[in-house]
């Protein structure tokens, strides 16, 4: 019994790890998820416990993962089936976190406390370089004027995303459900104008749909939502004056970038990764398919039906490491039946965590809910999903929210 209480507690102290090492240490994160995984399969042979293979996400995840492998092997050079082999730790992580880590309500508790923690810095340091220029590592904004926070590079606003659905919001609603309603609205407030003022157009989006979806869940969140979205537009009409470079960026660029999408560096991509998918439908190119692939010039013709230009360019316009979607990055690796497997997972883990709603009682499950539909929201540009610094944050999230599920309970009328 001793061991097998080291074991949890040490693949606990490798989740609370993780996150930061998501900010500082990526090679690391990904060890200590390889490490959870190994610790979770010891736990696994020990108590000849597998029940949870038997779940329908994990038999769907297990599917996507066959499939990329056979389309890595068939279609891929060897490094390709080499990664796609070990993709697995990742569906494996989460499934460890359910079934296993997370289980017990302080787990969970121990990492919503450093999710509350590193939203706080991450916050702070955006502060920080905003009023004083720098971050306390000394790294100014970048120069087309996103906020760093506490990075070198502009990565904040996709990592407070992460980081402020589960981890602030959820104290949000605690105090506006309770006596504390003036600091739960200027919380709201701090929040949402840190994400303006970090100035990545995706995150700001994506957050204020995070606001909304918790608006339709929680009819006493409504109020705030109305306050924080007037001031949040107050505060883009001040942009030119309170930080003329996030206006530039945040409102300018994007509604250049808008007028005309299908010609711009993210029509591009999508256009090349839907003419694969096309190309390949039933199975697709393997592991870094498209990285590999979509320089070939029969991917170059577009869609001129569709009025989508040909962006040939000899094989640059339209290509990148990966086609910033997870669902295109997807199709392009597994074909369409892996897309369709990945949609059906994404819908019961969704499903699953819909079924235990109680923002009343268990706002952080709440949030979760809203984090999983805002993170893998379709219709969003992305990083590389099966990168560790992005498959750390999404499946973290996924297998948190799974096990935050576990009981099943009606939708609240709060």
Not at 190 to 218: K, Y
């Amino acid at each position: 019994m001793l061991n097998e209480v080291w074991l949890r507690r040490a693949a606990l102290a490798a989740v609370l790890l993780l996150p930061v090492f998501l900010f500082y240490g990526r090679a690391i994160a990904d060890a200590l998820m390889v490490a959870v995984d190994l610790l979770f399969l010891a736990h696994c042979w020990r108590r000849r416990d597998w029940g949870w293979a038997g779940q329908v996400w994990v038999k769907l995840a297990g599917a996507i993962w066959l499939l990329q492998l056979a389309a890595s092997l068939i279609m891929g050079p060897p490094h390709s089936a080499l990664e796609a082999l070990f993709m697995l730790r990742v569906p494996l992580f989460a499934a460890a976190l359910q079934a296993w880590v997370l289980a017990a309500a302080p787990a969970r508790r121990a990492l919503w406390v450093v999710f509350l923690a590193l939203a706080a810095w991450t916050a702070s340091q955006c502060w920080e370089q905003y009023l004083t220029g720098h971050n306390l590592m000394g790294f100014p904004r970048w120069p087309d004027g996103s906020l760093t926070g506490p990075f070198y590079k502009p990565r904040a606003g996709e990592i407070f995303l992460y980081l402020a659905v589960p981890g602030l919001l959820p104290v949000v609603l605690r105090w506006v459900n309770g006596r504390q309603w003036g600091a739960g609205v200027a919380l709201l407030l701090f929040t949402l104008t840190t994400m303006i003022l970090i100035g990545q157009r995706m995150p700001n989006l994506l957050f204020v749909f995070a606001l909304c979806i918790t608006g339709v869940l929680v009819r006493r969140f409504r109020p705030p939502l109305a306050i924080a979205l007037g001031v949040g537009a107050l505060a883009l009409v001040a942009l030119p004056v309170i930080s003329p470079p996030t206006f530039a960026k945040l409102v300018v660029h994007f509604v250049r970038q808008m007028e005309n999408f299908k010609a711009s560096p993210y029509g591009e991509l999508y256009t090349r990764a839907s003419v694969m998918i096309a190309a390949q439908p039933w199975l697709g190119f393997g592991f870094d398919g498209f990285k590999d692939f979509c320089g070939r010039p029969e991917y170059f013709h577009g869609w001129p039906g569709l009025g989508i230009p040909n962006a040939d360019n000899g094989g640059i316009a339209g290509c990148n490491l990966h086609p910033h979607n997870y669902y295109l990055q997807i199709g392009t690796m597994a074909g369409v039946p892996g897309l369709a497997l990945f949609l059906a997972m994404v819908v019961v883990w969704l499903r699953r965590a819909a079924a235990a709603l109680r923002p009343a009682a268990d706002p952080v499950q709440a949030m979760l809910f809203v984090a999983l539909c805002v993170v893998l929201w379709p219709f969003a540009s992305t990083s590389a999903l099966f990168t560790p610094d992005t498959s750390g944050w999404v499946f973290l999230l996924a297998g948190w929210g799974l096990a935050a599920s576990g009981v099943e309970a009606k939708p609240s009328n709060m």
